[in-house]
């Protein structure tokens, strides 16, 4: 008999001939459903901050501002604190103007290379201070609500929600509550059960990200063409040139 690697010695049995197969190992379970996100939702300064820093990123500084900019001149907005002067131009600019747009009168780029890296680096610095004291509240404002726990006992958990901003992360949403109810015909108490709608955190963040900014109301560019009126005749140099019919009238003496 022709021996191979997976015959035994001694053995005369077909089914030793065959080369046992390799049992695939199996992939390890995933948990069902969707992981719950622990990180609260960005508040809307981050948002703002990120929107801006993002653009920054991704526009070439020659785009135009597709709502028109704003000519007020920092006379009905306040003054732009990234680019309140045109270079170029020398328009004053309000904080409707945002820096990732040209200028919207000349169309000049409103930042340097230099001065969008450092702007974007400051942007960053912004982002995370205003994460960490808004993290910072959290804490403490957590910290205080379970201190008054500590000191006076609640009736329920619907007032330690009024009472405590952090309650999501110590009393679940989702928790089931025993009812004592009185009938009044059968005199006899009665015990149900009671678990209250679950409220999902991603559903939270997504009515936050479909926040739509106010409108701002905004002054319009100067018409291109200057209207002006013709010229006086010699006879009547001070003439009102406006259209307007009036005539001169003397005072009357006393």
Known sequence: MHHTAWTKKGSSVPSD????????QAAPARPKGKQKDSTPPKSKEVRRLEKLRDDLRKSSG???????????????????????????????????????????????????????????????????????????????AAQEARSAEGAFPTLSVAASRVSC?????????NQTHKV????????????????????????????LSKEVEPEH????PPPAEVVCASAPSSQRPWANMRGLDVSYVRPSRA
């Open 217 to 220: 109301k905004r002054v319009p």
């Open 165 to 173: 901003p952090d309650a999501q992360s110590s009393h679940p949403v």
């Open 62 to 140: 020659r785009e135009k501002d597709p709502k028109g900019g704003c000519f007020c001149q920092a006379r009905l907005h306040p003054l732009s604190p990234y680019t309140p002067i045109c270079r170029a131009c020398g328009l004053i600019l309000c904080e409707l103007n945002l820096p990732n747009f040209a200028c919207p009168h000349c169309g000049a780029g409103l930042l340097t290379t230099a001065t969008l890296d450092s702007l974007v680096q400051t942007l960053d610095d912004r982002i995370a201070d205003t994460i960490a004291r808004e993290e910072e509240e959290r804490q403490r």
């Open 17 to 24: 001939w065959i080369a046992p197969k390799s049992q695939p």
């Open 180 to 207: 004592l109810s009185l009938d009044s015909k059968t005199r006899k108490v009665k015990v149900s059960t009671f678990t209250p709608p679950a409220v999902s955190r991603n559903t939270s963040t997504e009515k």
